[in-house]
């Protein structure tokens, strides 16, 4: 910290993203990118732009707030594009919190969200998950602060149904609910339905995972137009040129080879269940994820150590910490044979501690 | 606004960024762009990283933060590139600024300084401007604010000598001093030279206007190492993977071709002394800009008819309504053959109004 650094910020602790190495190949299941590579009209489209990027993007992304509404079955004014998903929290944050505001949000979910109510010193609400790591909606039902819920929830997966999240955003009329959809093309039932029906909610989701764009920083925001007005505010007054040329385009395309997207995440699924069922054999507990990672661990192995070994084997995974998880992992869904190749490292390992 | 926006930001006045408009084709003289594409290195380097966008860009762009400290002769830790350099002036505002450090900045400049003190609710003076629009370096040397300075200044294109910053961020050993160089590869001694010496300076650029990538969103700081930091502190704070994987190798790729770029500048300056000549011939009070842009108001017409009249015959230039400067307009520079065009509309107009 220089000595010019605003007193505001001296306890700020950042976000800490999953490890980029490059020492040698690894196979990277560590920050839940797809395995599947982005479709050949995405590499036309991007290559394409490449000659107009002198000129600003469209601070609007006309094209890609169009295509999204049409694909989600939206009006396009309920609809906005981010710079990332992280982006759009940030505004969340910044727009539907303060001081008679404050946020709740599970103890174990997106690192983020605490990040974000700290940076603004917004106050916060963190609520247990319950024991199994399941959320308990009655939790946020109380309509006293701004909910914030990733559904299926980070880093275990767990989703809730759809009717219960309807129960949550009507118990807060006046509070934003914002639910947090990265993960939510894996198998869980979208809450982008209910935008039509309620004016508190906002839903974010994200093309780094199912869409293969996580390069390219893309996120989005499905709410009434009022929010989705507010939301434009504070991207005004930020960075109105948020999306860049290229990855607006990628956008659009991505959104046109929609089938080639959710096929791929249709096949992690098989591929997450292999695993899941994989990982029970060798004695793990895993939880019932619903996202394109898994959450386990084991009563053989500290969880420490099994990442530790993992990656000298050349298998990066995600280990938290917190006192919680601390004997967790976090595995993302990579290609079938990469998941073989982790399981046959994990029992390999196993097999070592005995 | 949304029964549910913070009140904390109901007088927040965005930015409003120049005209995109698609009813017809426009010469586009209002946002400052460069008339010239990127390199074909850029275009090379792009189109090869699409099918890596699967996987999440560098949060610490190390290729291209080495390559901007070779290209300007700093440590590496002395460098950070955001999404635009929107995104780092954000930054500089929250990192630099709280209620015990106010912002100064001239009250004619870059228009978006005052947005992000408001939306942060950060105290900050406007200092006016001499009658002859230059700024007085005395005003910023009381050393008991956090100074930004465009140099050249917005929307005037008037510079301050290197000798003259030097003494402002000599005279603010407590302050940090933010020199905002967003156009200064048009004619301006840059003050990176002397990030080395001194600790309380950040300078900022971006590849938007030189560089020919404004739709790319590319920016950077250079500062010590301990400013630095505080930056990525906000950066790993709301947005680690600001710089996307397109970007970031376009960005290294147009600092290999910087004789492309630096030689495209000097085309530039050429067409600027021409178009500043012919406007001067036909009666204009011109600034001395050292940018990509003019800044020229008329006795024979107001700045907001020729503004109406020039869009009307398909160029499109940036006329501001604030009292001081309601009659002036800022024009982009751009071709030679744009700026002849320019020039003869505009005597077209001239020679209507009699």
Redesign the interface.
Known sequence: ?????????KN?V?????E?LNDKKYI?LN?N??????SDK??KA??E???????????DSKELVSALAKRYNLPEDCVVVT??S??IL?FAF?????ST?PAIFPDLTYGFYK??A??YNLPYTEIPLNKDFTVSPEDYMLNNATVFLANPNAPTGIALELSEIEKIVKANPD??VIIDEAYVDFGTESAVSLVNKY??LLVTQTF?KSR??????LGMGFA?P??I??I???????????V????MK?GVSAIEDDDYYMNNCKKIQLTRDYTASSLKELGFFVTDSKANFLFAESKRIKGSDLYVKLKEKGVLIRHFESDRISNFNRITIGTQEQMEIFISKVLEILEEEK
């Open positions: 910290m220089s000595r010019f650094f605003s007193t505001t910020h700020l950042p976000y800490v993203p999953g980029q990277k920050t990118e797809s395995p599947y590579p982005p995405v590499k991007v290559s732009e490449v000659s107009r990027l002198m000129l600003y993007s469209d601070p710079n990332g992280d982006e940030n910044l727009a539907f919190c303060d505001h990040v974000f700290n940076l509070n934003v004016d508190n780094s293969s764009l996580a390069g390219a920083r009434s009022e929010l007005k507010d434009n505010t504070l991207r005004y007054s930020t960075n109105p040129y948020n860049n040329r290229m990855t990628a």
